[in-house]
């Protein structure tokens, strides 16, 4: 079974710290994506890589960054943490390559930005 | 621009009911359709996944239609019972990336 692994379960920042939210899959995929997601707006791609070094944005790439440097894990960073970022946060894998592969998903991270 | 809608948002039902939950999209070029699960405070389960030139997959008592055509979607659950109960996402997979757009869910109750 794939497994996503998202390094907290809860996390609370200030504003204006620079938090690094981790994610390591274990199924040797190609892709990750970071996605928010809230109340009545469901989720949002945030950033996605398809391979290492590889990034491209997503749909609400502001105020974020990424870092893949090895296969397995993804990295987001909220490079100066703000208010509106306060959100559940959740990493996905799937293969690459043919685009009909099914995400894997983590148990998401809570974060509160106070 | 891809829309995914997702009616009703909420649903409540008895114990045994056979029901449907509705996903509609408003671009038919899409490589792939997929439903999920989330249960409150956790990420989300991967329950089938419906690829363009399909329609439909079945997974025990779930199954899973797609009409490209008339841009929609139905996730069919038969004899319903209370650990159904959760939050039902479809996402469509657009052509030549492997993005997903999803759209915001239907929160189901199964009451005993």
């Known amino acids: 079974d794939v497994k996503v692994t998202q390094s907290s379960r809860y996390l609370v920042k200030r504003t204006g710290e620079k938090v690094f939210l981790e994610c390591v899959q274990d199924?040797?995929?190609?892709?990750m994506f970071w996605y928010r997601q809230d109340p009545g707006l469901g989720l949002r791609l945030i950033y996605f890589?398809?391979?290492?070094?590889?990034?491209e944005k997503g749909d609400i790439p502001e105020g974020y960054s990424v870092s893949r440097e090895k296969k397995e894990r993804f990295s987001l960073i909220l490079e100066s943490a703000s208010t509106n970022q306060t959100s559940m946060y959740l990493c996905?894998?799937?293969?690459?390559?043919?685009?009909?592969?099914?995400?894997?998903f983590g148990d998401g991270t809570r974060l509160s930005i106070l | 621009k891809q829309e995914v809608t997702q009616i009703p948002a909420a649903l409540s039902v008895p114990e045994g009911e056979n029901l449907v939950l509705n996903c509609s999209f408003t671009?038919?070029?899409?490589?792939?359709l997929q439903w999920f699960r989330q249960d409150p405070g956790k990420g989300l389960t991967s329950l089938l996944l419906?690829?363009?030139?399909?329609r439909e997959q079945t997974s025990g008592r779930l199954n899973a239609s797609l009409d490209k055509s008339s841009g929609r979607s139905t996730l069919y659950i038969a004899a319903s019972q209370p650990g159904d109960s959760a939050t039902y996402l479809c996402?469509?997979?657009?052509?030549?990336?492997?993005?997903?757009?999803f759209g915001t869910g239907t929160r189901l109750q199964v009451f005993p």
């Open positions: 996905a894998s799937s293969n690459g390559g043919t685009g009909i592969q099914p995400q894997h």
């Open positions: 199924m040797d995929h190609e892709n």
């Open positions: 890589s398809y391979d290492v070094k590889m990034k």
């Open positions: 671009d038919s070029a899409i490589y792939n």
């Open positions: 419906i690829q363009s030139s399909q």
């Open positions: 996402a469509v997979g657009p052509y030549n990336t492997d993005k997903l757009i």
